[in-house]
């Protein structure tokens, strides 16, 4: 059974606080996502990854950064979190191609105080 | 602005009744997807529909696409308390990794 597991359901952070959000897939997946969801917004883009160290911005990079080191591994860092960063956050992964189905993370819903 | 638009926004349903939302988007696509979420959870994969392709069914599930009203809808039929979740389309165009998510529809399904 696939499986994309987040390192953590809810997150509380300061603002000014560096956040580190894990994502780990064991389907052995050269796509990786990383997305934001907000209420009326839909899921927007942050960053995507495919393949190891490599990374391409999304719709809304800004304020965010990624590293995937490890094939399975996909972090997303937010250098200096602010209140506008409260959010729910979902990491995907996927086969390359068009096409493919996309297999989602349990999300972290995160609140930056 | 958003690719993908659902509508309605909210929609509830009795239970064993059928349940249709609808998605627009706005340039080319090579396909379209439709995804599922539970409250508070990761989206899961429903059914993928192709440009080339009309119409799909998948158990309860019917996708109907029309490239030339770029529009699609998702038919639940027979719906189950267990439906109750918001629902999204996503389309992908030619030459590009990304998925653009729309809105998405909440369903409710009461029992």
């Known amino acids: 059974d696939v499986k994309v597991t987040q390192s953590s359901r809810y997150l509380v952070k300061r603002t000014g606080e560096k956040v580190f959000l894990e994502c780990v897939q064991d389907m052995d997946h050269e796509n990786m996502f990383w997305y934001r969801q907000d209420p009326g917004l839909g899921l927007r883009l942050i960053y995507f990854s495919y393949d190891v160290k490599m990374k391409e911005k999304g719709d809304i990079p800004e304020g965010y950064s990624v590293s995937r080191e490890k094939k399975e591994r996909f972090s997303l860092i937010l250098e200096s979190a602010s209140t506008n960063q409260t959010s729910m956050y979902l990491c995907?992964?996927?086969?390359?191609?068009?096409?493919?189905?996309?297999?989602f993370g349990p999300g972290t819903r995160l609140t930056v105080l | 602005s958003q690719q993908g638009e659902e509508d309605p926004q909210a929609l509830s349903i009795q239970e064993g009744e059928n349940a249709t939302m609808n998605c627009s988007y706005k340039t080319s696509i090579n396909n379209l997807q439709w995804y599922r979420q539970n409250s508070g959870r990761g989206l899961v994969h429903l059914i993928l529909?192709?440009?080339?392709?009309r119409e799909k069914h998948s158990g309860r599930l019917r996708v109907t696409l029309d490239t030339s009203k770029k529009s699609s809808s998702l038919l639940i039929t027979a719906s189950r308390a267990a439906d109750t979740a918001s629902y999204f389309c996503?389309?992908?165009?030619?030459?590009?990794?990304?998925?653009?998510f729309g809105t998405g529809t909440r369903l409710k399904v009461l029992a």
């Open positions: 995907a992964s996927s086969r390359p191609g068009q096409g493919v189905t996309q297999y």
């Open positions: 529909i192709r440009s080339n392709e």
């Open positions: 996503a389309t992908s165009s030619r030459g590009t990794y990304k998925y653009i």
